[in-house]
């Protein structure tokens, strides 16, 4: 035995204190540290408090035999991948069969033979020395990767970050604008009943959606008045560019944001752009976005608009005004906005524009 290592721990279970001993002494020889248990639920208890590397268990024991034993070990986690070795005076196949299905991966017979007995310990302890290797590799590989995802979602997030700040530099929109918008949008999510990632995923994405603006002249963005017709053309394009923009990422992020940014000025009705999509062909990251963008715009001053009290940008999204209708919106996402406008207003209030 390798003196730097510790010494496996053999848990060995048997009624009769005379088969204990002898086995005990079997195993102390070759270097084993030696438990024992001399019924099945001490054996169980023992196994629990300082788990074993091997047990050696007597199938035939008053009350709970070794077949009930090993059925337990197995069916607890923290002890499933402990080996038994059963030690039986019986050779018959049927009861080597129902050791089997209860778990042990050996069988000595009575009288033990010592050899045999160091030889199955030896190669069963080999095994699990190695399961127990692999298990714990796993385990460290599975942690490598949490790190790593989580370092790559720690750099989209800041490259996002970085790609709205510099759109919101070309656009009359503020930093405040691009916060509440993330915000709007998880609100929305949740009360649609979107899981945890979808949420995380649409808070980061929502930013972006306006990012092809960078691409549009100063002289159209800062206009104060209203576009003329080739100017709103022009105007236009920047949810197509956004989405090229984005289109080539490879994040989860990216990805909601790339369609985003192209379709959510498209409307439920198929009267929106640039694409005239309607109903469920528009995505659904981008119905959220469209009810959550327009609420924020109608409550923030712009070049050609005054800013709306939250209760007439609640009556325009609601009730309509000409401009913008309820038919404009996915239903069920408005009939979620209804029920959360309590938040937005917060959300406004909270990240205003000073």
């Known amino acids: 035995m390798n003196e730097n290592k510790k010494a496996a721990l053999v848990l060995v279970v048997d009624d009769e204190e005379r088969n204990r001993r002898l086995l005990a002494a079997m195993l102390e020889a070759e270097g084993y540290t030696v438990a024992e248990a ?23 024991m008053p009350g709970m035999d070794g077949y009930e034993v090993a059925q337990r070990l197995k069916a607890d986690a923290a002890t499933r991948s402990i080996p038994i070795v059963m030690v039986t005076a019986l050779d018959d196949r049927d009861s080597r069969l129902r050791g089997l299905e209860a778990g042990a991966e050996e069988f000595v017979t009575k009288p033990v033979d010592r050899l045999e ?19 714990n590799h796993n385990r460290i590989l599975d942690q490598k990767v949490v790190e790593r995802t989580r ?12 790609m709205t700040r510099a759109a919101s530099y070309k656009d009359e929109e503020t930093g405040l604008h691009v916060a ?18 979808f949420c995380d995923i649409i808070h980061y994405a929502s930013p972006m959606h306006d990012v092809g603006k960078i691409a549009i002249p100063d002289a159209i963005l800062g206009k104060p008045g209203r576009f003329e017709p080739h100017e709103w053309e022009i105007m236009k394009t920047h949810a197509a560019l956004g989405a090229k923009l984005l289109a080539d990422g490879t994040s989860p992020y ?22 005239g999509l309607a109903g469920e062909a528009i995505s659904l990251s981008a119905r959220i976005m469209n009810i959550c963008d327009q609420y924020d715009a109608l409550r923030s001053k712009r070049p050609y608009k005054p800013a709306f009290t939250h209760e007439r940008a609640l009556e325009i999204i609601t009730v309509g005004d000409g401009r913008t209708l309820p038919t404009h919106f996915d239903p069920a996402v408005l009939e ?16 205003r524009d000073r």
């Not at 019924?39 to 629990?48: F, I, K, Q, T, V």
Request: hydrophobic share 45%; aromatic share 10%; with cysteine.
């Open 38 to 60: 001399a019924d099945g639920e001490r054996a169980l208890e023992l196994a629990r408090s300082n788990l074993p590397d091997l047990v050696l268990l007597d199938i035939m």
């Open 117 to 135: 007995l160091r030889v199955r310990v030896r190669n069963l302890l080999k095994l699990k020395e190695y399961s127990d290797f692999l298990a």
């Open 151 to 162: 370092q790559l979602a720690a750099s989209f997030r800041e490259t996002i970050t970085t």
């Open 180 to 197: 509440r918008i993330s915000f709007y949008t998880v609100e929305l999510a949740q009360a649609l009943g979107q899981d945890t990632e």
């Open 254 to 275: 990216l990805a909601m944001g790339a369609e985003i940014a192209l379709e959510h000025h498209e409307r439920w009705d198929g009267g929106g752009y640039p694409q």
């Open 336 to 351: 979620a906005f209804k029920g959360c406008v309590g938040r937005f207003r917060d959300i406004f209030e909270e990240h």
